[in-house]
């Protein structure tokens, strides 16, 4: 797929009015917004790369958005942005459990939606502009990830990370044994205000730890600081 400059986008809804919506914000702002109406044509149109994100409805005939994500979770960590209805908590939370990286109610603003987009996009960015400085490797233990590459490993076995765990696994390493709020770690990896009702850091922790293969009750990387936040500990401490 050959766009120049512009961001590759995919929106898969089978609303043709929204994605017309979405593409007439998007486009003069720098991206080419391709759209799919059905869950297996998106499906197809994703697995074929070239994506700086995906926009994936939840609900559509046949296929929904749930299945669409399960499948393309299996071959690729583009960047997804689930829409949701409004107030449905539980489809936003299956959503992250099975590879979301951020939801968007369908009453969104398109603020919202691009600085969403935004923050989804920019952690899967592999290069850093000219002038910044060079990306670090940070390890603890035997996780290391390197923020230059973007690969993150555990005793030097690569870990199949989506943009937004890989984030977070960043964070916690950055914070070097102290403890990240969840307020602090929502707002650094997914860039906006910190809400008491939004459980999504803690999916994408227990996403992160079966990666891990972590164990919530009896921790040996991420530790849960009851009513605060987390905590990354050194696997090989002396108990």
Known sequence: ????????????????????????YLEPLGYEVSMRHTGPEG????????????????????????DVLRELRKKSNVPVLMLTAMGEEP?????????????????????????RLRAVTRRSHLVEPAGEPEPEALSLGDLRIDEGTHVAT???????L?????????SLLRARGRVKTRE?????????????FDRSIDVHIS?????????????????????????LIDPNRVL
């Open 1 to 24: 797929m050959d766009v120049g400059h512009k961001k590759a986008l995919l929106v898969i809804d089978d609303d043709k009015k929204l994605c017309r919506l979405i593409r007439e």
């Open 184 to 196: 602090a770690l929502i707002e650094e990896v997914s860039e906006r205000k910190f809400d008491v």
């Open 91 to 115: 489809d936003r939370i299956v959503g992250l459990e099975i590879g979301a990286d951020d939801y968007l109610p369908k009453t969104f603003s398109t603020r919202e939606l691009l600085a």
């Open 154 to 160: 555990q005793a030097e076995e690569v870990l199949d």
């Open 43 to 66: 499906l197809e149109a994703a697995l074929e790369g070239g994506y700086e994100a995906v926009i994936l409805d939840v609900m559509m005939p046949g296929m929904d958005g749930f």
């Open 162 to 170: 989506t943009a937004l765990e890989f984030a977070i696994l960043g």
């Open 207 to 231: 996403a992160l730890r079966k990666k891990l293969g972590d164990d919530a009750k009896a921790p040996r990387y991420i530790r849960t600081i009851r009513a605060v936040g987390y905590q």
